[in-house]
């Protein structure tokens, strides 16, 4: 694995935002996050975790999907995902396992190269809004591997950039907590926010490359 340095991580971050603020995407983005060791200024970093706030598509084409879908195999284009988006980038359409066009896994092959080491978190719901779903989930559940982790900082919302908060985390004034800590923070007592944050932790390390995960709340 690959270490990338603060400033290459940050750097990046930025690309994706410039990607998002510039290009049309498979669908509307709301906000573009970074979160944990990025926003903790540690140097470097194993890997840059970046979340988008997107919309679900409501409108589009949904009379040109059979079109698509016999073009590229995958059904939902015009529905799910945009159809003058997969008209211009065909070759990022990604469909799920059960071949419908999935806009977390289509955001993914539009921003990120296949081998970066960057985990990308796509759904519908605000950071911080999802931030307490999944740490009700986990909790349900008794496993905390897909916790998202609290500390973000928000790049880009509704259009508009934050050179502030771009200019904080390149000079590290960004104060955050530990992981455990921030947890105990959201309800969480010592012993589950040590569990948690250590079961967090080891996920994170067994990761390599691109990863992508979507959520709908």
């Given at each position: 694995?690959t270490?990338l340095s603060r ?9 994706i ?10 669908v509307?983005v ?36 059979s ?15 945009r ?5 211009d980038h065909?070759?990022?359409?990604r469909a799920?396992?059960s ?7 289509c ?5 990120l ?12 719901a ?5 931030v ?11 496993n ?5 982790d609290?500390r973000?900082v928000c ?5 508009q950039r ?12 960004l104060a955050?907590?530990t992981l ?23 996920y994170?390390?067994r990761q ?10």
């Amino acid at each position: 694995m690959t270490d990338l340095s603060r400033d290459e991580a940050i750097d990046r971050a930025i690309d994706i935002v410039d990607t998002v603020a510039t290009e049309t995407m498979p669908v509307p983005v709301r906000e573009v996050w970074v979160y944990g060791d990025v926003a903790l200024g540690l140097n470097p970093i194993s890997r840059l975790d970046v979340y988008v706030t997107k919309d679900i598509l409501m409108r589009d084409a949904a009379e040109r999907e059979s079109e698509f879908e016999s073009r590229l195999g995958v059904e939902g284009i015009g529905k799910t995902v945009r159809a003058a988006w997969a008209e211009d980038h065909p070759g990022f359409v990604r469909a799920n396992s059960s071949g419908h066009a999935a806009p977390e896994r289509c955001l993914a092959a539009h921003l990120l190269d296949e081998d970066e080491p960057i985990h990308l978190e796509v759904c519908n719901a605000s950071f911080d809004d999802n931030v307490t779903q999944r740490l009700k989930g986990a909790r349900a559940r008794e496993n905390y591997e897909q916790l998202l982790d609290p500390r973000g900082v928000c790049l880009w919302a509704e259009g508009q950039r934050s050179e502030e908060a771009v200019r904080k985390l390149r000079e590290s004034e960004l104060a955050f907590p530990t992981l455990s800590g921030a947890l105990e923070m959201l309800g969480m007592d010592d012993a589950e926010a040590s569990e948690a944050a250590a079961a967090v932790t080891d996920y994170r390390e067994r990761q390599d490359g691109v990863t992508v995960r979507g959520d709908v709340v």
